[in-house]
């Protein structure tokens, strides 16, 4: 019994010690991006990102390089399940990281540290200004629509979307016709289900996320479309703060990346206006 007691003191004083060692040890320093501008994009993802830096998140990119001095590097990869585990915390040992931002994520975003949002927009509906949906100019007028009229509508809409919810509460999911965001054909996007489904009239409106909307929209000259921004509610959240992500641990890095966000807002909102970004005014 005190053999054991002696051996229990004296792991306990090993224990004391090891832990004050650890104390006065100096705290590791996050890393902090020098030189090179480093963003995880999608290659094919307008009016985001692609591969020939076509999309507002490149624009933007550019702009905060060159504010910074630094060059600007990308690493592609399809931002969908798994984005950022194969970018923003991909590693090799001996590496540093593949790439340190990441030019849009929601705000409330917990797989990275993000920024304060830079824009806020919002799912909207788009319709062609004919036939049924011919004088609507509002989400009110849309939802005024004679019952008759309404019950005839094909809506397109992407499942597990928020536009889905909107449907449901309207007690228009009768009229829903459904997309998948994501395809496995590499040629297919978002913008389709305005710039083909809706152009050929297949169906007679289409929710979708703001940006990507008035985007495909403004390119369609075939017809005249209108992009009618729905309101938002706390039981039916449609807008959304976009932001800018970070590791974590990173934080001198997300210090510097939200002073450039600041001093760049006037230069990010021209940016942002030449692509049809609606925006929402932060509540």
Known sequence: MRLYSERSCLYFLLAVVLCSMCTKLPAQETYLPDGVLKVCQDPDNLPFSNAR??????????????????????TDFPQRMGFIRNTLKFKLPGENF????????PADYDQAATTAPYFRSSYVLVIADENQTAGVNSEAEFLT???????????????RSPGVRWLMQNELIEQAIPYRSLDADPDHHPGDIIEHELVSGKIDAALVWGPVAAYYASKVTTKKLKVIALQSYASLPLSYGIAMGVRHEDKAWKAKVEQLLQ????????ILHQYQVPFIEEP
């Open 53 to 74: 830096g076509e999309g507002f998140e490149n624009k933007i990119a550019e702009l905060l390089a060159k504010k910074l001095g630094w060059k600007l590097a990308y």
């Open 98 to 105: 593949r790439c340190d931002l990441v030019m849009g994520l």
């Open 145 to 159: 629509l004679p019952r008759s009229v309404r019950d005839v509508l094909r809506i397109g809409v992407f499942i």
């Open 263 to 270: 001093e760049s807002r006037a230069e990010i909102r021209d």
